[in-house]
């Protein structure tokens, strides 16, 4: 299973498709980073005040220490179901089943509030600049339909329109930047947050909640696994590319605009309550009108880029769960032509604009209900998986002999073990900040999650018993 020498013609990806530029663009798209910070910057600045970059850098620091175990074991997984395979390799066939269920409800979900937010964002810049008024509903339906017919086509096309959105989104954030450290800020240039005498352990702790959210999809990067230019060092490369590159960004700009507001204003800002246009009134103040339009633009293509992102991998986990014989096998089946998971593809996209539709009827708040109902519970499942991932490589090198140092499948992993589970206890115990429906409503938003583990648990026992092959999977 790990190499994919077993499988059908039609049932293998098309190999050396993606390079490690086109793999970068495709999990820091999945992350956002522009809407990342106008959107959730204002939430940690409410919590975390001064200390707001230490949250993004610690949270960095923990997943470049994740990272560490996750790419060892990529170099002998390679497989599109990634943390489902890892942890199959690592823990058996029913836990990886499990896992396989977990990561594609996640990532579906998470789809699903990405195109609600795309849409919702798309119909307010519609009505803003053309006067075109369309509910965003109908705006989330095409942007899903939009983002499934690029996933349909070679993967490598999705890259390229990937990496122009990125661009964009990047350059306009560094072009800030510069103009705030060139202009001069209201009260210098200080770091506070370097200052241990600082730090406030409640403070920090829940900060940690917003700072952790927004690094989910530089995981994504073991999805391509099997299309990659020479996997064994691309998919390495580009998740320490990725995680390096968020944690610079959120670390820096998270800073930057704090400078710009200047830290000695900051409360009496946080005071008025109104921090949900501070990216967007900084840029205006700094780069003018003109280009703060391009920035809200770039807010509707980056929720773009983000829809694309998570439909390649909810695609490619349907695809790899077919070929284990998990679900149908018809999803399973390779495009001819473009090599790429074309069943799946369609599935996946006919779900989301199905879902969408569905919570455009009944009058779901795209933003208040269907945005924070998807994307909450895919930052506990991924922490989830990420644990297991990391039990994982300390169980699978613990039984197979390979020649890896102390510090890669042992000493890294196990400390993400214990620092990713912490942050899964914050965010757990104050998802009130994000969701505010208390402890009942937060279950019942979490229970697709649970249903899909259990279903996926199920599923992977009766084949296990059912199939000696399958049961003697983790030795394989």
Known sequence: MADGSHLRPEQRLRSGVIST????????????????????????????????????LIAGAVYLLFSVGFTTLSRYVKDAGAF???????????????????????????????????GLFASAALDKFLGVSLPWGLCAVL?????GALSYFQVNVGARVLSVLLIAEIGILFVLAVAVLIKGTPNGLTVTAADPATWDAGTIGSLLVVSFLVYVGFEQTAVYGEEVKNPRVTVP???YISVGLLTGIYTFMSWVILMAIGPANLPSLLATGNLSTIVFDVNNQYLGGAMTVVMELLVVTSFLAGVLALQNAGTRYLFSMSRQGLVHRKFARVNDRTGSPGAAAIFQTLL?????????????????????????????????????????????????????SLWNRLIAPAVS?????????????????????????NLIMCSPLFVALIVGLIIGRKRAKSSPAVAQEINA
């Open 21 to 56: 530029r086109h793999l970068v663009f495709f999990v820091v798209a999945a992350a956002a980073p522009l809407t990342v910070l106008a959107g959730f910057a204002p939430l940690a600045y409410m919590i975390g005040g001064e200390l707001t970059p230490l949250g993004y």
């Open 84 to 118: 489902s395979a890892y942890i199959r390799k690592g823990l058996g066939p029913t836990a990886g089943s499990g896992a396989a269920f977990l990561a594609y409800a996640a990532y579906t979900l998470g789809q699903i509030g990405f195109c609600a937010a795309a």
């Open 143 to 147: 942007i899903g339909l939009g983002t």
């Open 237 to 239: 490369r580009a998740t």
């Open 352 to 404: 989301v604009v199905v879902a969408i539709a569905g919570f455009a009827v009944i009058g779901l708040d795209p933003y208040r209900q269907v945005v924070l109902w998807t994307n909450t519970p895919t930052i506990l499942a991924v922490l989830v998986l990420q644990i297991a991932t990391s039990v994982s490589v300390i169980a699978y090198f613990r039984r197979e002999k390979h020649k890896e």
């Open 417 to 441: 073990i214990v620092t990713m589970a912490g942050a899964l206890v914050l965010i757990s115990t104050n998802l009130d900040l994000l969701t505010s429906l208390g402890s009942a409503g």
